[in-house]
Structure formats: structure tokens, C-alpha cells
């Protein structure tokens, strides 16, 4: 089965760090654009940021905006997700998907063919 593996969640105070991490399993993610999106309880999924195939274009939601980063080293067919100064509000399932030129239509998740089954980030004091 094709999907996406994520990893990296976990509780975290107000101003700390997480790094997410985004595997391909069963496939090689190298030729896709990668994007991060995240659910909070109650509300609906929203685009975190997505990177191109080759990693020459990156984008980010306003409301992370340098405080995340996102990469990826497709020797090691993965995709990662720096997150820092993390508050409340970024708690939600985190999710990575992919998909041919993605980033394109980014943050409509119409291009991303394969996602992952998400990992829980939460931020609490």
C-alpha cells in the first residue's frame, strides 16, 4: 500500500520545538511535491506549509511563518518539519501528502494523491 508515514509528534510546552518527519512507504517520494496540513479538534484541515520535488520552492501558512520550516532530503526519502516556538493553537493531527507539481494548487489539497494517517501534536502548559 502507498502512503506516507509520519513521525515526530508529541506534548510540548508554549515556546518549544518539535520536528516532524514524513516517510514514503512502498514508493519514492523524490518526484512529488510534499505538503504538511494539520486538524484541530473541531475544525477543518488547513495547509502548514509544502515544499517542491526538488525543495527550490517552499511555502508556508501566514500563521507559521518563521517559526516553521519544512525540508526535505530525498536521499532518505523523507520530508521534515521543523516547528518552533510552538503556542496552543498549533495543536492538531499533523498530516503529509503528496502529489505531482501539489504545491501548485497548495493549500487545496486537490493535487495530493497520497497522505499519511497523521501524528498528534499538542501544546499545552
Known amino acids: 500500500q502507498l502512503q506516507f508515514v509520519e513521525s515526530g509528534g508529541g506534548s510540548v510546552q508554549p515556546g518549544g520545538s518539535l520536528r516532524l518527519s514524513c516517510a514514503a512507504s512502498?514508493?519514492?517520494?523524490?518526484?512529488?511535491?510534499i505538503g504538511w496540513f494539520r486538524q484541530a479538534p473541531d475544525k477543518g484541515r488547513e495547509g502548514v506549509s509544502c515544499?517542491?520535488?526538488?525543495?527550490?520552492?517552499?511555502k508556508y501558512a501566514d500563521s507559521v511563518k518563521g517559526r516553521f520550516t519544512i525540508s526535505r532530503d530525498n536521499a532518505k526519502n523523507a520530508v521534515y518539519l521543523q516547528m518552533n516556538s510552538l503556542k496552543p493553537e498549533d495543536t492538531a493531527v499533523y498530516y503529509c501528502a503528496g502529489g505531482f507539481f501539489a504545491c501548485s494548487n497548495y493549500p487545496d489539497t486537490s493535487g495530493m494523491g497520497y497522505w499519511g494517517k497523521g501524528t498528534l501534536v499538542t501544546v499545552s502548559s
Open positions: 512502498g514508493f519514492t517520494s523524490n518526484y512529488y511535491d
Open positions: 515544499i517542491s520535488s526538488h525543495g527550490a520552492t517552499t
